[in-house]
């Protein structure tokens, strides 16, 4: 009969064993991933860390938390009123934030981490928040 430690389930390694695969296969897939998509995990870490909702859960007529870095920012009228356009990413998805009648916004540059809130809406098949709340995080 097989002896079974008190610390390794049935079926399971004995965690020594386990801790060298993880780290091997860990090794491996970083090596053999591409940077943006270590980036995109790596602000998916970071997203988790604030709190804040991954995008891609983020359900149209509902409030959501959302963190990230900001890809681009444009100024882009609507109605013939000023609007400043930022696309934030999280490493999952992407959502546009928009601030109506505004030019620019101090901090609201790309390549800033934020954390924004507010209703998120659908537009033409992309995830859009009007006037979020928001909060600058680490620089660019």
């Not at 897939?29 to 870490?45: D, G, H, I, P, V």
């Not at 149209?60 to 356009?85: D, F, I, M, Q, S």
């Not at 981490?113 to 507010?118: C, D, N, Y």
């Amino acid at each position: 009969m097989d002896e079974v430690s008190a610390s390794t389930a049935p079926g399971a390694e004995p965690r020594g064993r386990e801790r060298g695969k993880g780290g091997l296969r860990r090794f491996l897939r970083r090596m053999a991933s591409t940077k943006a998509e270590l980036e995109a995990e790596e602000l998916q870490k970071t997203t988790g860390d604030e709190g804040a909702t991954p995008i891609t859960d983020c359900g149209a007529r509902k409030r959501h938390c959302v963190a990230g870095t900001l890809r681009t920012v444009t100024l882009r009228p609507r109605g013939g009123a000023p609007a400043l356009e930022a696309e934030l990413y999280d490493g999952t998805d992407v959502i546009n934030l928009v601030w109506l009648g505004r030019r620019r916004i101090a901090g609201i540059d790309p390549g800033r981490r934020l954390r924004a809130e507010g209703l998120v809406s659908e537009q033409d098949g992309r995830k859009v928040m009007f006037n979020p709340r928001y909060e600058l995080r680490g620089g660019v």
